[in-house]
């Protein structure tokens, strides 16, 4: 925003075109719901081209409804794929434990753990082997952080093939099947539709 070029207005218009072109589209949140939370989180490991921070999202499901989602650059460049996948699991694990929290006082209780689906195996495997190596040090915090949490029984880690990785949507660039394919999947449809 300090210093805007002519990339960044041909990116504006393109939003403002693709807007322009799905005006019905929204979501609606179904009236018969289990009331079960789950997650999607994903990382684009050093997708800023300037800083080569790596890009975090996630979407929390209400039953089949996506009731939260967040895409924002993580707040320091990460020496590996595993590594952004796993701050992305932490942000996601911060997420969860907030709606949780919020579910309990609206009389909402969720007494099994939250599934988070990712599709970094080598995440997952940090994640539920409480051995660290010298390699995951500078992320020991994380690891701490999220391992307490699935021996509480917040959550649940979960792999999901990239295919299916509905958070892809929020940190990539894909094509135009994959995005249409993952907005249905969102549970996004035309509302002006009959």
Known sequence: MQQPKEAHW??????????????GQGMLLKSSSNLRLT???????ASCPM???????????????????????QPMVSRSSTEAEYRALAVTTCELKWL?????????????????????QSALHIAQNPVFHERTKHIEVDCHFIRDEICRGTI???????THQLADILPKVLGK??????????????LHAP
């Open 10 to 23: 041909d990116v504006a218009l393109r939003v403002v075109r693709y807007l322009k072109s799905n005006p």
């Open 39 to 45: 997650a999607y989180c994903d990382a684009d490991w």
């Open 51 to 73: 800083t080569r921070r790596s890009l975090t999202a996630y979407f929390v499901f209400l039953s089949d409804s996506p009731i939260s989602w967040k895409p924002k650059k």
């Open 100 to 120: 949780r929290g919020l579910l309990f006082t609206l009389s909402v209780y969720h007494p099994t753990p939250v599934r988070i689906y990712s599709d970094s």
């Open 156 to 162: 649940h880690p979960a792999y999901v093939l990239t």
């Open 177 to 190: 099947h994959q995005f249409v394919q993952l907005l249905a999947k969102l549970g996004i449809s035309n």
